[in-house]
């Protein structure tokens, strides 16, 4: 078995890589330059140039790790070389590197949600914004993987796709409305694990079914109606916020249970926001795998917010798509938050 450390290991993940050049044109090690691009793209910075300028800058840090027997290689060589390489190659290499260092977490919320990338779009070029799916695992606040869609509208399309790539078994999987689908809950089901459903409007007859049920069992008290209950209580920068979570496996009566594999409960949850005088009450509702676990519940829910409020872009998968595209990394600026609906 392969020692976990090494196993971890970006450079031994990187060692993988086929080398695209001629082996008599080779002047310095491939694993060299693509350990310093990625290290500098890690960073922030965006250009060949800054490659260069990032090897020179950190040469007696590199050398702890690295050969460097010609000693640090030019823009233009990381231009040759990424010109060579294969996007979906690193591109997978990146995958299995970032699911190796995801720690074993029971009941793991893995979070899938699409973010259209500003100032992603090149008018010249007639290229629209490029659109990423992302998978975010929770607790161990990492990106698993990412997948590029020309439009949002691909997004569901691409989540089966990504959804396939990812190890999931014993995990809960979060997707808002916009992938709130039959075939989705299908794949996540066939991967071992749970899921986390948000419905909204555009759920038609299944939304009003599940809505009209568990608004009615709230007004009669839940009289009569199994169900699990948690009310949790959050204060900071002058906002009170109160979320309680509703979760019955009672779904008898709902029409198209047989339609959503391994569908077990349904649930609300309500947000009760109180900012100096205001009071605003927001409810959403949700088709779940899960047991009638409030609690489990509310930590599935809570952690697909994590997508939105932790998630910093670093896009290594990106990058290198537009460096094999256009000659050059361009990379969208850093957010702190994603505008993409939550669950």
Not at 113 to 138: E, I, M, N, Q, Y
Not at 159 to 167: A, C, D, F, G, N
Not at 227 to 250: A, M, P, Y
Not at 258 to 276: D, F, I, N, P, Y
């Amino acid at each position: 078995m392969q020692n976990l450390s090494t196993s971890r290991s970006l450079q031994t993940a990187l060692a993988t890589l086929t080398d695209p050049r001629a082996e008599s044109l080779t002047e310095h090690r491939l694993l060299d330059i693509r350990m310093i691009a990625v290290c500098c793209l890690l960073c922030g910075r965006q250009s060949f140039t800054h490659m260069e300028q990032f090897g020179h800058a950190k040469r007696a840090w590199l050398r702890t790790f690295l050969e460097l027997p010609d000693g640090i290689p030019s823009h233009a060589t990381f231009r040759r070389l990424f010109l060579l390489l294969a996007p979906q190659s690193f591109a997978e290499v990146c995958l299995r590197w970032t699911q190796s260092l995801r720690t074993a977490v029971g009941a793991e919320v893995v979070a899938l949600d699409g973010k259209t990338l500003r100032r992603s779009f090149d008018r010249a070029k007639g290229r629209g914004p490029l659109h990423l799916v992302s998978a975010w695992a929770a607790t161990n606040r990492l990106v698993l993987g990412q997948l590029a869609t020309a439009e949002k509208s691909n997004e569901i399309t691409a989540v089966p796709e990504l959804l396939r790539t990812l190890e999931l078994a014993g995990c809960i999987v979060t997707v808002d409305a916009l992938n709130c689908q039959k075939t989705i809950a299908k794949e996540i089901s066939e991967a071992d694990a749970d899921y986390v459903m948000a419905l909204n409007g555009n759920h038609g007859t299944a939304h009003a079914e599940v809505q009209s049920f568990l608004e009615d069992a709230r007004h009669r008290g839940f009289a009569g109606v199994a169900h699990d209950f948690v009310e949790t209580l959050d204060k900071n920068h002058g906002r009170l916020e109160i979320r309680r979570c509703w979760i019955s496996d009672q779904i008898h009566w709902f029409a198209d249970r047989g339609q959503w594999e391994k569908l077990r409960t349904v649930a609300m949850v309500e947000a009760e926001r109180h900012v100096g005088d205001q009071v605003s009450v927001e409810r959403r509702f949700y088709l779940c795998s899960l047991p009638p676990d409030a609690k489990l519940l509310a930590h599935a829910v809570r952690g697909h917010w994590g997508i939105e409020n932790q998630l910093h872009w670093v896009l290594w998968m990106c990058r290198w798509a537009k460096i094999s595209a256009a000659g050059a990394p361009t990379t969208p600026r850093k957010t702190s938050r994603l505008s993409a609906a939550s669950c």
